[in-house]
T-cell receptor, first 111, second 112 residues
Framework: ETGVTQSPTHLIKTRGQQVTLRCSSQSGHNTVSWYQQALGQGPQFIFQ???????GRGNFPPRFSGLQFPNYSSELNVNALELDDSALYLC??????????FGSGTRLTVV | ELKVEQNPLFLSMQEGKNYTIYCNYS?????LYWYRQDPGKSLESLFV?????AVKQEGRLMASLDTKARLSTLHITAAVHDLSATYFC????????????FGTGTRLTIIP
């Protein structure tokens, strides 16, 4: 059974640029959720994808968008990066509510 | 809106002592999760509590859930340095999409 893999592990971008983060879900899991964790805070829900459709969204602006592919992997895209977007981005895969498996995260720094 | 609060936010304790972290949430939910996070790392699942009165134990950690009081506790017995980390509780709604709402986290430091 493979776990959740995220890439890249670290990323530095300039304000105004665009970024794409990737996540492969755990085998057998059909749902992927994305979370943003700012330094010293708890993770905040960005959105969730189920069967390639967005299935819920947190309080994040439209410049945060995503995709889910037929193999249940997912992308998080952020346009027009702002300094406050600097955070650890976590992907979690799940099937139902039995448990969420988190990836190792992508540390994004916006300068 | 679901709110999840943890206390204390910071906890410094000596090795060998016992302590409890509390997690309160504002809206009915039947499922609560505890995670551990080491600095700069991702979230490690510790416990999933599925029903009222659920109690789970793993090593020096024991978690319990009281859905009527909307309260979960994480009890640490005879703390050791390796338990130093930040601990989060998280709750999801029984209806609607499966999103987790996390608590503020408790940063635990075990002093030799």
């Amino acid at each position: 059974e493979t776990g959740v893999t995220q890439s890249p592990t670290h990323l530095i971008k300039t304000r105004g640029q665009q970024v794409t983060l990737r996540c492969s879900s755990q085998s057998g899991h059909n749902t992927v959720s994305w979370y943003q964790q700012a330094l010293g805070q708890g993770p905040q829900f960005i959105f969730q994808y189920y069967r390639e459709e967005e299935n819920g969204r947190g309080n994040f602006p439209p410049r945060f968008s995503g995709l889910q592919f037929p193999n249940y992997s997912s992308e998080l895209n952020v346009n027009a990066l702002e300094l406050d977007d600097s955070a650890l981005y976590l992907c979690a895969s799940s099937k139902g509510r039995d448990g969420y498996t988190f990836g190792s995260g992508t540390r994004l720094t916006v300068v | 809106e679901l709110k999840v609060e943890q206390n204390p936010l910071f906890l410094s304790m000596q090795e060998g002592k016992n302590y409890t972290i509390y997690c309160n949430y504002s809206t009915t939910s039947d499922r609560l999760y505890w995670y551990r996070q080491d600095p700069g790392k991702s979230l490690e699942s510790l416990f999933v509590l599925l029903s009222n009165g659920a109690v789970k134990q793993e090593g020096r950690l024991m978690a319990s859930l009281d859905t009527k009081a909307r309260l979960s506790t994480l009890h640490i017995t005879a703390a050791v340095h390796d338990l130093s980390a930040t601990y989060f509780c998280a709750v999801d709604f029984p209806f609607g999409n499966e999103k987790l709402t996390f608590g503020t986290g408790t940063r635990l430091t075990i002093i030799p």
